[in-house]
């Protein structure tokens, strides 16, 4: 392909223009019908189109706009012209939309090629999108989609960065963006439970309901032991990967809170949540496909906003603790981590990551106060799974708890 750099951006911006109105034309061609009630434009009026657009461009602005003016005037004149009782406006739309992308082709043809692909997709996952958007998509789902558009797109560029004293030395913007956080992980084991169904929602649920909280799910899924609505196995295996969470969280919460120093704390999550992933999957492939599985939960809110603040109220105290803990010393440090983890292994982790932000602790005071936040909170949870679901299940979770734990210490003192 070295030819390509040899040639003018006019050149290259045609070559793609070509591409572009080629791809989609092909789509708008299959779907074209025939007979009296076929639509205008197909392959060779969507590849003229996008040249057109191109070859304007490449004149000067003004030939591109008389361009685009003229194709958008013999679209509206074939909507106007349709044979059909309840004519649609996409093909149109297209028309008008491959114009441009042959009028971008010509400045910037690598987004001009993928908005031709983009394009293309959606044009021919019609059928699919009508029945993801009226059938399988929920009227709850589609207000908590619209929610979380609205906090991401909306709210939080408004909010400030600077970050504040009593808030743990967090901004309020990094904050929401912990809310958020949680929220996608709410979304994301409510979709996969949907999509997956019972056998493989029960692993899904857990590892996912982790991000949110380990202690909660551990013990949601003990009490369904005890009421016997689940086979232990399978809820080992979600309690067990709900631990994988706690480890990949707590490295997700630093790139929200110190993405530069992120990289950190990569390798020591991956080791420490690999055991649980990999008991859960020797737990799971054990599990008799006979054995009655939880019915997945799919038809309520897939958000769940008052879960999600408190978990985030949880690490804002924590921040505030082991703030306050390591301005007394070194050891108040790892003394506030451990307190503060009998609630939440997260809130003190979230804690360390802005103050490795600041500057205010090193690598290996991250390093060692997240291991002891999650050891601390292990035995949280071991007491949770014996109040919710007895000592045998309490049993298998403490069990894998240590085997994990005592591997992701061991490979914290190997390399340091």
Request: aromatic share 6%; proline share 3%.
């Amino acid at each position: 392909m070295g030819w390509l750099e040899t040639w003018s951006s006019a050149q290259v911006g045609l070559l793609v223009a070509f591409g572009a109105g080629l791809l989609v034309g092909v789509e708008r061609e299959r779907r074209k019908g025939e007979g009296p009630d076929r639509h205008a434009a197909g392959l060779r009026t969507f590849l003229v189109a996008c040249l057109a657009g191109a070859a304007g461009q490449v004149l000067s602005p003004l030939v591109a706009a008389v361009v685009l003016a003229a194709v958008s005037g013999l679209a509206g004149l074939s909507y106007w012209r349709s044979r059909s009782d309840d004519p649609g406006l996409t093909t149109e739309l297209a028309l008008i939309a491959t114009t441009l992308i042959g009028m971008l082709a010509v400045s910037q043809p690598e987004l001009a090629a993928a908005l031709a692909v983009v394009l293309a997709g959606v044009l021919a996952l019609k059928s699919r999108l009508h029945q993801f958007a009226t059938s399988w998509l929920s009227e709850t789902e589609l207000h908590d989609g619209l929610l979380l558009a609205a906090l991401a797109l909306v709210l939080l560029p408004w909010l400030p960065t600077e970050p504040i004293a009593w808030l743990g030395h967090l901004s309020p913007r990094r904050v929401l963006m912990l809310v958020l956080v949680i929220l996608l992980m709410q979304a994301a084991s409510h979709l996969g439970q949907r999509l997956l169904g019972q056998r493989a929602g029960v692993p899904v649920a857990g590892l996912l309901g982790g991000f949110v909280s380990s202690t909660a799910t551990i013990s949601a899924l003990g009490s369904q032991v005890r009421s016997g609505e689940m086979p232990l196995r399978l809820a080992w295996c979600g309690g067990v990967l709900s631990t994988a969470a706690t480890w990949l969280q707590a490295w997700l919460i630093g790139g929200v809170l110190a993405p530069r120093h992120v990289s950190e704390m990569m390798t020591l999550a991956l080791v420490g949540a690999a055991m649980p992933c990999l008991i859960g999957l020797a737990l799971w492939r054990r599990q008799e496909a006979g054995e009655p599985a939880i019915a997945a939960r799919v038809n309520g809110s897939m958000l769940r906003i008052k879960e999600a603040v408190q978990v985030s109220g949880l690490l804002l105290a924590g921040a505030v603790l082991v703030q306050w803990a390591h301005a007394l010393s070194d050891a108040g440090l790892l003394i506030g981590v451990a307190i503060a983890a009998i609630a939440d292994a997260h809130a003190p982790v979230a804690a360390l990551w802005s103050m490795r932000a600041a500057e205010g602790v090193s690598s290996s005071e991250l390093l060692h106060g997240a291991l002891v936040a999650i050891s601390v909170n292990a035995g949280t949870r071991t007491v949770a799974a014996w109040a919710a679901g007895g000592a045998r299940y309490a049993t298998g979770i403490g069990g894998a708890f240590v085997v994990s734990l005592t591997v992701a210490w061991g490979w914290d003192a190997f390399m340091n």
